[in-house]
């Protein structure tokens, strides 16, 4: 298991070396450098580069004016808010969409959910997004339209995640600003989690159906155990492994996608930042943006790596 943990170190460094070498080498074909560099070796460049980074030292936007890492972290609580509501929809549904049709192969239910799951999968995002818009908050005025909370209250943001920050309030607000803030945190969730959904289910019924085939399922059925015990306590726990798998590109995906999303939704976090960096010609805050993703992406994966090793134990054997 240790080897194996160590591989999978090895290649989170070499992940990163290859982005920051990507990300340095792009820098030196902006008009405007983001940093200054002392030497003209251009390995020697890429090293002070890398001690930049390691400083904190991600450049200056160019229209604010200000540090990127710190408008990066200003604006990224409000991204992980989302995408944290968006992973743990599509995940439990998934799961549970994918369990209920693999336990009714064939049948009208088992139809439907995977055809409503391949219609989940082909939509576009952006088009998606504005239909629900349009139904919910325009048509039936269930949910808003855009932004974290309503203008009435005042929060103070404390640690700018506003779920925190709102329950922080509770003396002033009760909790009707929580409510109003997860009001607002819904409809941009679903959007976000429609993908990795349907992409989750497909992947626990074909995960499902091929362990409830195996050996030891039949022997379990054979000694008379519940159909819900074999597939809750034996079954699942085999099928995960896949599942984890899909989950950990399912991040990209909803990286990807949450940049639509906050646009659409006026969503001020990570997205929406970058597009207006983009937009603006601001090369700093997209190559500083860009890297803390595909990072938090890398890391992400990693973390996935080591639950499925100690799920399964086969991965902790030395190959």
Do not use: C
């Amino acid at each position: 298991m240790f080897s194996t943990l160590i591989k999978q170190l090895s290649t989170l460094i070499i992940s990163l070396l290859g982005l920051t070498v990507l990300t340095f080498i792009l820098s030196l074909q902006s008009d405007t450098p983001v940093h200054q560099f002392q030497s003209d070796h251009v390995v020697i460049q890429y090293f002070e580069y890398l001690q930049f980074l390691l400083n904190g030292d991600w450049g200056t936007s160019s229209i604010h004016k200000r540090s990127v890492l710190k408008d990066f972290l200003q604006h990224f609580p409000a991204t992980v808010e989302l995408i944290i509501l968006a992973m743990l929809l599509a995940v439990t549904a998934g799961l549970g969409l994918g369990i209920l049709s693999s336990t009714r192969r064939g049948g009208w239910l088992d139809n439907t959910l995977m055809t409503s799951s391949l219609m989940g999968y082909s939509m576009p995002i952006f088009w998606w997004g504005m239909l629900l818009v349009l139904l919910f908050s325009l048509t039936l005025g269930w949910t808003p339209v855009a932004g974290r909370i309503d203008f009435s209250y005042d929060i103070e943001p404390y640690t700018r995640f506003m779920l925190i920050d709102t329950l922080l309030h509770h003396n002033q607000y009760g909790f009707s600003a929580f409510l109003n803030a997860l009001h607002h945190l819904i409809l941009p969730a679903v959007t976000l989690s429609t993908i990795p959904m349907a992409i989750v289910a497909r992947m626990t019924r074909s995960s499902l159906l091929a362990v409830l085939k195996s050996e030891y399922v039949r022997t379990a059925r054979s000694k008379g155990i519940s159909k819900q015990r074999i597939i809750w306590v034996h079954a699942l726990r085999n099928a995960l492994q896949p599942i984890l798998t899909i989950s950990g590109v399912q991040i990209s995906i909803i990286m990807s996608g949450v940049i639509i999303t906050e646009y659409i939704f006026a969503w001020p976090g990570i997205g929406k930042w970058l597009l207006e960096a983009v937009s603006r010609r601001d090369f700093a805050s997209i190559q500083g943006g860009v890297l803390a993703l595909s990072i938090i992406v890398i890391a992400f994966n990693l973390a996935l790596d080591f639950i499925s090793i100690y799920l399964n134990p086969r991965l902790r054997r030395p190959s």
